[in-house]
């Protein structure tokens, strides 16, 4: 079982910044809007993978650190330039710059992280390292 930090002002911070984008997204929109990509995250016994939603996100417009067990995912999504004539009538999609970070476990390899980009989707695949294995020692009461 991982020991997860708790952040709890982190968790106002979202819900206030879900509220603000509630209430002004439609009425202040801009070219350089922050958005934050959906990810699911899960484990197996050798690796730890990160899948982030990143739509139309080409993989060239992506940067992938990883820095004192925090991974950080960041970028930018281009919105497309209006063809002549074409007037928009509703745009729903999320375009600007997007961060998201993850603390890591210390049980991973940090030299062998690598990343993946297909269809929209991307994989950050995190190997974990053998971790020395408790052995149960029976000890002689005396």
Same mark, same amino acid.
């Given at each position: 079982?991982?020991?997860?930090?708790?952040?709890?002002?982190?968790? =106002?911070?979202?819900? =206030? @910044?879900?509220?603000?984008?509630?209430?002004?997204? @439609?009425? $202040?929109?801009?070219?350089?809007?922050?958005?934050?990509?959906?990810?699911?995250?899960?484990?197996?016994?050798?690796?730890?993978?990160?899948?982030?939603? +990143?739509?139309?996100?080409?993989?060239?417009?992506?940067?992938?650190? $990883?820095?004192?067990?925090? +991974? %950080?995912?960041?970028?930018?999504?281009?919105?497309?330039?209006?063809?002549?004539?074409?007037?928009?009538?509703? /745009?729903?999609?999320?375009?600007?710059?997007?961060?998201?970070?993850?603390? $890591?476990?210390?049980?991973?390899?940090?030299? @062998?992280?690598?990343?993946?980009?297909?269809?929209?989707? $991307?994989?950050?695949? /995190?190997?974990? %390292?053998?971790?020395?294995?408790?052995?149960?020692? %029976?000890?002689?009461?005396?």
């Amino acid at each position: 079982m991982n020991i997860m930090r708790w952040e709890p002002l982190r968790e =106002f911070d979202e819900l =206030f @910044n879900r509220y603000n984008f509630l209430t002004t997204r @439609n009425m $202040l929109r801009s070219d350089n809007e922050e958005w934050t990509p959906s990810a699911d995250i899960s484990e197996t016994d050798k690796e730890y993978l990160i899948k982030a939603v +990143l739509p139309e996100v080409r993989r060239e417009d992506v940067k992938v650190e $990883l820095e004192n067990g925090v +991974l %950080t995912i960041s970028g930018e999504r281009k919105q497309e330039k209006q063809a002549k004539g074409e007037n928009e009538i509703r /745009i729903e999609s999320f375009y600007g710059n997007f961060s998201r970070s993850f603390a $890591l476990p210390e049980n991973i390899d940090a030299k @062998n992280v690598r990343a993946e980009s297909k269809d929209g989707v $991307l994989k950050v695949h /995190i190997p974990k %390292t053998e971790t020395a294995k408790s052995k149960a020692i %029976t000890i002689n009461v005396q």
